[in-house]
């Protein structure tokens, strides 16, 4: 955690543990033991106690109709009603992209991934007193661009950090969606920086990991 884990990925972590040994570990647990030693351990403690994942097969539903939230869902939906459109729960990441980069390619991968991954397009409306999940048609929709390089160099950068603040605070609202927002700052022909600002309600990460792996920094 002291390098940058975190509860997205703390998920992952125990999902890939049941897919390997076939036993369940809590969330809490990656949390109590973080280390890879005190985790081994805990994992062989649940071997041997013969601790088996019990929760059913994952299989897909019917996208006909609204959708009951989840329970993760449920409690961050609930939240949201206590505190309206609360900024607390975004998701904000900034990348310092280096070389050439293509904006309408960027344009058409994030496009692409927002029609294949249903969680982005998702918002939650109210039917009958109760949460419920709906899945918006994909449609195409342009990247935010900010062009500053008619900037001064020494006020350039406090600008930037000036945009990344103001789009983490940005609230979103779960109601009318999308519940994630990109953006594109070119610095000069050859450096940009992309903002990708999500709520954790929707959120899984996917975001990061692409951009770091394509040569990004953590800006």
């Known amino acids: 955690f002291e390098i940058g884990g975190h509860s997205l990925l703390a998920t992952r972590v125990a999902s890939r543990i049941r897919e390997v040994f076939g036993i369940e570990i809590g969330i809490r647990s990656i949390f109590d033991v973080a280390t890879v030693e005190g985790l081994s351990s805990r994992i062989e403690e649940a071997m041997r106690a013969g601790e088996k994942d019990g929760a059913p097969p ?3 539903v019917e996208r ?3 959708l009951p ?3 993760a869902q449920q409690r961050l939906w609930f939240l949201d009603q206590l505190v309206p459109n609360n900024p607390s729960y975004n998701i904000p990441g900034a990348v310092k992209l280096e070389g050439r980069l293509n904006l309408e390619v960027l344009e058409r991968v994030i496009n692409e ?3 294949r991954h ?3 397009r998702t918002r939650f409306e109210v039917e009958d007193g109760t949460p419920v999940q709906v899945i918006d048609p994909w449609e195409q929709r342009s990247l935010e661009r900010v062009d500053l390089t008619g900037v001064p160099l020494k006020e350039r950068e406090e600008e930037v950090r000036r945009i990344v603040r103001g789009e983490a605070v940005t609230r979103f609202d779960l109601s009318r969606g999308p ?3 990109a953006k594109a700052l070119k610095l000069e022909e050859e450096q940009h920086v992309v903002l990708f600002t999500m709520h954790h309600i929707v959120s899984d990460g996917w975001w990061m990991e692409i951009l770091i792996r394509g040569g990004g920094e953590i800006y």
Do not use: N, P, T
């Open 64 to 66: 006909e109709g609204r």
């Open 118 to 120: 249903e969680a982005l």
């Open 179 to 181: 519940l994630m927002r």
């Open 113 to 115: 991934i927002v029609r």
């Open 58 to 60: 994952l299989v897909r």
């Open 69 to 71: 939230l989840s329970f």
